[in-house]
């Protein structure tokens, strides 16, 4: 797993390359798995992987793309937060691509809908609220049921008229 975190910055950072990736390893939850092969991963430890991996690059803005999307549900729940854990350490900028309402409830500071093909943007609606959310609160609920309307669906998921598809953007920095 050390060779996949480091994969990004074999050539460029010398000495303070193993600190490097000693550090996400350990930020993801991953420390005492450092020699493990993939096939030795769960798909939540699989997932930390990638993220540790991409923030050892030390970008700019952390682009992802349904990250979860393969995982079961109490998986993405606690992928979330951990996300969110690492964002708050980090603070990067992270754009987050979902198809998942309660995911971009959850995580975004703006949650970007977009229409069917060819996709245009058909409202954002900043979130506003602290983190971590709790998904019981009713402002929570309030965002969430918002985004549901946007897309011309009722809190259910019934109703559908517009076809449009959520895709949350994290902005912060």
């Known amino acids: 797993m050390e060779e996949n975190v480091g994969f990004g910055i ?3 950072m010398g000495k303070n390359q193993n600190t490097i990736i000693k550090h996400y390893i350990g930020m993801v939850g991953l420390a005492g798995f450092e020699k493990a092969y993939p096939s030795e991963l769960s798909g939540g430890m699989k997932q930390r992987v990638e993220i540790a991996r991409a923030l ?5 803005v952390l682009f992802m793309d349904e990250p979860f999307g ?10 979330r937060a951990e996300l969110v854990s690492i ?4 603070r990067k900028t992270i754009l987050f691509v979902t198809h998942d309402v309660e995911e971009a409830a959850q995580l975004a500071d703006r949650v970007v809908v ?10 954002v609606i900043d979130v506003g609220l602290p ?9 929570y609920i309030g965002v969430r049921n918002r985004i549901f309307e946007s897309m011309g669906l009722d809190h259910s998921g019934l109703g559908a008229t517009t076809g449009a598809t959520p895709t949350s953007r994290q902005i912060q920095g």
């Open 87 to 90: 964002w708050e350490r980090e």
């Open 56 to 60: 050892a690059a030390s970008p700019d």
């Open 114 to 123: 977009l229409s069917r093909r060819p996709a245009t943007i058909r409202t």
């Open 70 to 79: 393969a995982l079961d549900y109490f998986t993405r729940l606690r992928m």
């Open 10 to 12: 074999r050539n460029s």
């Open 131 to 139: 983190r971590p959310r709790k998904l019981d609160a009713q402002e």
